[in-house]
């Protein structure tokens, strides 16, 4: 073999050693490529964390895939507003009542003033809370007659310059009085007494009836007086009751002077 063909064997040998080394690094690079993808994906696991409403990204290394799980928490603050509507009362003071023989009204001491006193020094009677009420608050009062209560409260009203308010309260004070006279025909007088002095202790009269005689003329006509038709009172209560037969008796309590 002359020197030519030495010079060419030998080229295409380097040549050829050349080609395969750079296959051999192409290979050797797909192949870290491939581990270096493989170990990522078993190394490193991403997650999303929601705390807050803050969206966090989290990158762990490790073996194993993990799971995390969180949940999202959302704290809302409600704010209320309560309006309290104002309360509107009347308040009045109690009198005490006087013994009083032979009438069948229960008076008040008159000790100064006349006009109302809601505190005293020397006073201890609590005073009085009163729901006025108008004709169509109808009683429910056993035996009670609605339409003469209001009849009589109309005809005292018409004749006086004090013009009273009908409550609630006193007027079913004044049925119990009434109711009380029916009860007891005989004594009246002394038994509407003793449940006024007992739990009212307020100005009052009361009329039992015992004939067939029943208009507003003539209860009205037992039942005025001057401290009723004159009196400083602001609030009354009128009863009237029709018992058995011809009984039926009336009674005004008042308040408020």
């Known amino acids: 073999m002359d020197d030519d063909s ?6 295409k040998i380097g040549v050829a050693f050349l080609v395969f080394l750079a296959i051999l690094i192409f290979v050797v690079i797909i192949i870290s490529v491939k581990n270096a993808n493989k170990k990522n994906s078993n190394m490193e696991t991403t ?7 803050e969206v966090e990204d989290i990158t762990s290394t490790s073996w194993f895939s993990e799971e995390i799980t969180s949940s999202s928490e959302t704290t809302t603050t409600s704010t209320s507003t309560t309006t309290v509507a104002p309360e509107t009362t009347t308040t009045t ?39 006025v009420i108008g004709s169509n608050d109808f009683t429910s009062y056993h035996n009670a007659d609605n339409s003469m209560e209001w009849n009589l409260f109309n005809k005292i009203n018409s004749n006086t310059n004090n013009k009273y308010k009908m409550t609630l309260e006193l007027r079913t004070a004044a049925e119990r009085i009434a109711q009380t ?25 009361s009329f039992m009836n ?22 400083n009172y602001k609030y009354i209560g009128v009863g009237v009751i029709k018992g058995t037969g011809y009984f039926s008796c009336a009674a005004w309590i008042v308040d408020g002077d």
């Open 6 to 11: 030495k010079q060419i064997l030998l080229l």
């Open 93 to 131: 003071t109690k009198k005490q009542s006087s013994s009083g023989g032979g009438s069948s009204s229960s008076k008040n001491p008159s000790s100064g003033g006349g006009g109302s006193s809601s505190s005293s020094s020397q006073s201890e009677i609590p005073s009085h809370t009163y729901t």
């Open 210 to 231: 015992g004939t067939a005689t029943y208009t507003t003329n003539f209860f009205y006509e037992n039942l005025a007086n001057n401290e009723l038709l004159k009196g």
């Open 47 to 53: 997650t999303r964390r929601t705390l807050s409403g």
């Open 181 to 205: 006279c029916c009860e007891a025909p005989g004594s009246c007088n002394e038994a509407s007494k003793q449940l006024v002095d007992s739990e009212y202790q307020l100005t009052f009269r």
